[in-house]
């Protein structure tokens, strides 16, 4: 596992006009560490925003339609609910190279 890293950039490419939502947002920061196992990787990370609402309204664009099409444009996705966390959603699809991936967002206060 590596250690973690920080970065104030974008936290991933974005489709158009991605940035100026970002902006909107009140985007402080992104705070990720990759892990990896013998058959597996990811990565986890969180969002540092100025305000409780900024992470969410950040999410809500993070988990849109638009958002998800631009990062795997044939994914077939699944949506789920996560009843522990309150708030939480995640999907289940195929990255662009077949492999089975999974992201679960939520926010806790200024934080995604």
């Known amino acids: 596992m590596s250690a973690p890293q920080t970065d104030s950039g974008a936290p991933f490419p974005l ?3 991605g940035a100026e939502v970002l902006e909107r947002s009140g985007y ?14 990811g ?3 969180v969002l540092l925003f100025e305000t409780e609402s900024g992470a969410r309204d950040w999410m809500t664009y993070e ?10 444009p044939d994914g077939k ?9 309150p708030g939480a959603t995640g999907w289940t699809g195929p990255d662009l ?10 926010t806790q206060g200024r934080c995604m």
Do not use: K
């Open 63 to 72: 988990t849109s339609d638009e958002v998800l099409r631009h990062q795997i």
């Open 43 to 45: 990565v986890s990370s």
């Open 97 to 106: 190279h077949g492999n089975a991936i999974g992201n679960i967002y939520w």
């Open 15 to 17: 489709p158009e006009g």
């Open 28 to 41: 402080v920061s992104t705070t990720y560490q990759n892990g990896r196992g013998e058959s597996s990787a």
């Open 77 to 85: 996705f699944t949506w789920f609910q996560v009843p522990e966390v």
